[in-house]
């Protein structure tokens, strides 16, 4: 399955594929010739790096219904307190998800640079922040975007009931997702560990421990 978004990207790149083998075929011998074969092999390249890049996998949450999952795939970098940040490199499924099911209260887009979504400064960076209103409480969700980020594409809108687990949208090449959890929660991962969107469970409530 393909990222919601994403078709016009492939099939752009696709057409180019298309023409520039075309122009190679239909060319004879030449410096033209050689120019169109390397645009071909690039754009063939990048057709299937897209392919791969937008991936949406099927992810089923596990443990209990109020046992919080990953919103995103990626590396834990960051855990203070009640917030966890979690970096999503190049190869990563950059599709985002509710780490609990609950109403979508508040979206507040922000334009902006394109800083390395690692790196402290990013607070100048194009981000997504989204507030839900949970049963354990109040949960906010920040999607950062990275330094070749274009886009952070949302597929929620206020007022909306999520699902735990459910897609809440895209962020192109590179970036970061921070979650700040209700009050009563433990998180169950630790620095620099991979965890995946949908699936690993980040925290629980302290009484489970």
């Known amino acids: 399955m393909l990222a919601k978004g994403s078709l016009s990207w492939i099939l ?14 239909y060319t004879e011998s030449g410096l ?3 120019i169109l074969f390397l645009l071909f092999i690039i754009a063939a390249s990048l057709t299937i790096f897209f392919i791969i890049f937008f991936r949406d996998p099927k992810r089923s949450p596990t443990g209990d219904e109020d046992d919080a999952v990953s919103p995103a795939d990626g590396k834990v970098i960051s855990i203070q307190h009640r917030t966890i ?7 990563n499924v950059h599709v985002n998800r509710a780490p609990l099911s609950g109403t979508v209260t508040h979206i507040d887009y922000k334009p902006g640079g394109y800083i390395p979504a690692f790196s402290k400064d990013s607070d100048v960076n194009e981000r997504n922040h989204v507030v839900m209103k949970t049963a354990p409480g109040t949960l906010e969700l920040t999607q950062i ?3 070749l980020t274009r886009r ?3 597929y929620i809108s206020e007022g909306m009931e999520l699902k735990r687990g459910e897609r809440i949208g895209m962020i192109r090449f590179g970036s970061r997702v921070d979650v700040t959890m209700p009050e009563g929660y433990v998180f169950t991962v630790k620095l620099n560990e991979s965890i995946k969107a949908g699936e690993t ?6 009484e489970k421990l």
Not at 12 to 25: D, K
Not at 85 to 91: G, P, Q, R, W
Not at 201 to 206: E, G, S
């Open 32 to 34: 033209l010739s050689s």
């Open 85 to 91: 940040c979690i970096f999503m490199n190049i190869h």
């Open 152 to 154: 952070i594409v949302s």
């Open 145 to 147: 975007a990275g330094v």
């Open 12 to 25: 752009g790149m696709a057409l180019f594929t298309i023409l520039t083998w075309f122009g190679f075929y």
């Open 201 to 206: 469970i980040i925290a629980v409530k302290k």
